[in-house]
């Protein structure tokens, strides 16, 4: 009788589990530069789905980014569907050096990345004002690419270790093994209003609403150097016309500092004493940012 009822409990316990897995999307669209679309849809999905892009590091995969943080088990609580896109080119590193990324509507990476998201949308009825995009490394500066040249798809974005919108612009590749690396060390200077004009140019004529914006770095990451992240801010900035308005000393936690651009709902810095490459994803600071929590 015990031996039964413990039988039980264990097959309860498993219809609990979760079936959700991260699969393989072969045909999802135009596909200029061949990547990869990986998804994770949870056993519950919301009506109509926020949707968020996620975007994985130089030399990474879509299936260790899946891995390396924590939003997957937030889906599975919320609902909301996550795109895992997927580069082996260029040592698995994102094309944000490319005109064509760098473009609306110009094809590269950026491309197909869009294309992973209008089939999702049209698969599972998701919301299209609920769509995000987040990032480490080469996938935040990514992330800061996909918001400059693509304003009318994303509603918010969050970057870990990136670089501003077309920083890298001009060089060879985009690579930590590539001789240029002016632009990850920080040293390509402009103005804020030239570092907006990247954004501004990568979309012509647009005039709607800017993706809202989180740049975290490590002030002691030597790889992408800090300086990149305030060259971010000041892009963003510029773009939302908005003025640093207030620095919080252990926000969001112990040796952190925000940084707050006009009332904090569209641009927020995040800077980490010690923390090097690449700074830790904060899942719940990014949700909330996202409006995906309370």
């Not at 009822?5 to 316990?13: I, V």
């Not at 599975?76 to 994102?94: E, R, V």
């Not at 990247?198 to 609403?209: A, E, H, L, T």
């Not at 620095?247 to 923390?275: H, I, M, R, W």
């Amino acid at each position: 009788m015990r031996l039964l009822t413990a039988l039980t409990t264990l097959a309860s316990f498993g219809g609990l589990a979760s079936a959700a897995s991260l699969a393989q999307v072969q045909d999802f669209g135009q596909n200029p530069t061949s990547i990869q679309m990986y998804i994770y849809v949870p056993d519950k999905v919301a009506a109509n789905p926020a949707i968020i892009v996620a975007l994985h590091p130089c030399g990474g995969s879509a299936q260790g980014w899946y891995s390396g943080t924590k939003l997957p088990s937030y889906a599975d609580q919320l609902g909301f569907i996550l795109i895992y896109p997927g580069t082996t080119h260029m040592s698995n590193c994102w094309d944000v050096q490319n005109p064509a990324s760098l473009t609306h509507g110009g094809g590269g990476d950026a491309g197909g990345i869009i294309s992973m998201v209008q089939y999702t949308l049209d698969k599972y009825s998701g919301d299209a004002s609920k769509v995000f995009v987040m990032g480490g490394s080469s996938g935040a500066m990514m992330t800061n690419v996909m918001a400059g040249s693509y304003p009318d798809v994303f509603a918010a974005g969050a970057a870990f270790s990136g670089v501003a919108h077309a920083c890298f612009a001009g060089a060879e590749s985009a690579t930590p093994m590539s001789q240029n690396q002016t632009c990850a060390q920080g040293k390509i200077q402009h103005t804020a209003t030239e570092w907006g004009n990247y954004v501004r140019n990568s979309y012509p004529g647009y005039d709607g609403p800017r993706p809202r914006m989180q740049i975290f770095h490590g002030n002691a990451d030597n790889l992408v150097y800090p300086e990149c992240a305030h060259q971010a801010l000041s892009q963003w900035a510029d773009v939302f016309g908005l003025q640093l308005t207030a620095k919080n000393a252990n926000v969001p936690s112990n040796g952190y500092t925000q940084e707050v651009y006009g009332d904090g709902t569209q641009l927020q810095g995040f800077f980490g004493d010690g923390v090097g490459h690449i700074a830790p994803v904060n899942e719940p600071v990014i949700l909330k940012f996202f409006g995906l929590t309370s």
